[in-house]
């Protein structure tokens, strides 16, 4: 007679066996503790057989344990542990995100222009800031605030505010 073990916590199918013969009586069958001589329901792809005990009875639940899956917040691999919860329901997709900055939309990834004008601006915007050793971002608002004449500014920072204003001209809006 076969007999069919299950998680005692999950109820999850864990294996299959042959009943042992009772020494004591005849046609007995032991079945141990974590065990059913109730076949289980056919499994379906992405599902697992779960053991009702006060039930006795089997059911299909979601199964993604082990298969490919990515945060639908962050775009990271995921490894699923959880058993009974569609992808959807743990915020997870099987769909592998494309490199690059990225966001789901719920039934794609789509490019995050946010992330992608961020990546962009940052190494310019550090430019900019270590060209303020120069040219103070305080002389540059009084230069435009006032009118003043830029001429009259050492060389070096007539370049340096030519420089910043080219990398201004850079930055993603």
């Not at 056919?42 to 779960?50: D, E, H, N």
């Not at 608002?141 to 910043?164: C, F, S």
Request: include cysteine; charge should be negative.
């Amino acid at each position: 007679m076969d007999i069919y073990h299950y998680d005692p916590a999950t109820g999850a199918l864990t294996g299959v066996a042959q009943a042992e013969a009772s020494p004591l009586e005849d046609d007995v069958w032991l079945i141990p503790a974590n065990a059913t001589s109730v076949a289980p329901t056919a499994a379906q792809p992405l599902t697992c057989p779960v053991f009702d005990a006060a039930a006795k009875t089997w059911s299909l639940v979601p199964d993604y344990r082990g298969q490919p899956a990515w945060s639908t917040t962050t775009a990271l691999p995921v490894a699923v542990t959880e058993l009974g919860k569609t992808l959807a329901d743990l915020g997870l997709t099987a769909v592998e995100p494309p490199a690059g900055p990225v966001k789901w939309d719920g039934a794609a990834w789509q490019p995050d222009a946010v992330a992608i004008k961020a990546a962009h601006n940052a190494p310019i915007l550090a430019q900019i800031a270590a060209l303020d050793v120069f040219v103070p971002r305080g002389l540059e608002d009084a230069i435009a605030a006032y009118g003043w004449d830029v001429t009259k500014l050492p060389a070096v920072q007539q370049e340096r505010l030519a420089q910043k204003a080219a990398l201004r001209a850079q930055l993603q809006a």
